[in-house]
T-cell receptor, first 113, second 115 residues
Framework: RKEVEQDPGPFNVPEGATVAFNCTYS??????FFWYRQDCRKEPKLLMS???SGNEDGRFTAQLNRASQYISLLIRDSKLSDSATYLC??????????????FGRGTQLTVWP | DTEVTQTPKHLVMGMTNKKSLKCEQH?????MYWYKQKAKKPPELMFV???????INESVPSRFSPECPNSSLLNLHLHALQPEDSALYLC??????????????FGNGTRLTVT
């Protein structure tokens, strides 16, 4: 079983739509969670960290459900510029001193006018 | 603009060549990483340096040789690569090794083609 599983997508939505991505993780002891955004042929960039109480940054809302071991990302009022691949990232505490990060495969979003 | 700088941006090399990828950060981060990313796949961890010491090698073939000359620099030496090694090579850094709350900052990457 993979450490991190994501909705495969692609998601194609019109401007102004609300879209949600989910991501599940297998290690119940996972500590930290992030959403990264990656544009085509570019490097991943941190979109937001995900906190236990849920957090919001403008049109983006991230939530964590430890009991069900999933995190979500909600994008409201989608813009054309939101078109990208969204990567779910989870850290594990398997004794590694580095908090090794595990990436999901990514969910591709296309927002059309 | 990224605060992690990678050079070169593009590299084409033959299977008998020796080349090096370079990465630099001046954010005072103490963990630096090399990732490899193929098209439509997530980044795959290759190496991690923690306080300038190699702490993780994800069973990477010896034709890839990392080096961390100081806390700001990270190199990846390439020798006798194969065409299947063609990929985007991403350098990243994080503030504190071992702290999952310290997110990765990626460089722009080097797009490598092995002919």
């Amino acid at each position: 079983r993979k450490e991190v599983e994501q909705d495969p997508g692609p998601f194609n939505v019109p401007e102004g739509a609300t879209v949600a991505f989910n991501c599940t993780y297998s290690n119940s002891a996972s500590q930290s969670f992030f959403w990264y955004r990656q544009d085509c042929r570019k490097e991943p960039k941190l979109l937001m960290s995900v906190y236990s109480s849920g957090n919001e940054d403008g049109r983006f809302t991230a939530q964590l459900n430890r009991a069900s071991q999933y995190i979500s990302l909600l994008i409201r009022d989608s813009k054309l510029s939101d078109s990208a691949t969204y990567l779910c990232v989870v850290t594990s505490d398997r004794g590694s001193t580095l908090g090794r990060l595990y990436f999901g495969r990514g969910t591709q979003l296309t927002v059309w006018p | 603009d990224t605060e992690v700088t990678q050079t070169p941006k593009h590299l084409v090399m033959g299977m008998t060549n020796k080349k090096s990828l370079k990465c630099e950060q001046h954010m005072g981060h103490r963990a630096m990483y090399w990732y490899k990313q193929k098209a439509k796949k997530p980044p795959e961890l290759m190496f991690v340096y923690s306080y300038e010491k190699l702490s993780i090698n994800e069973s990477v073939p010896s034709r890839f040789s990392p080096e961390c000359p100081n806390s700001s620099l990270l190199n990846l030496h390439l020798h006798a690569l194969q065409p299947e090694d063609s990929a985007l090579y991403l350098c990243a850094s994080s503030q504190v090794p071992g702290d999952g709350n310290s997110p990765l900052h990626f460089g722009n990457g080097t797009r490598l083609t092995v002919t």
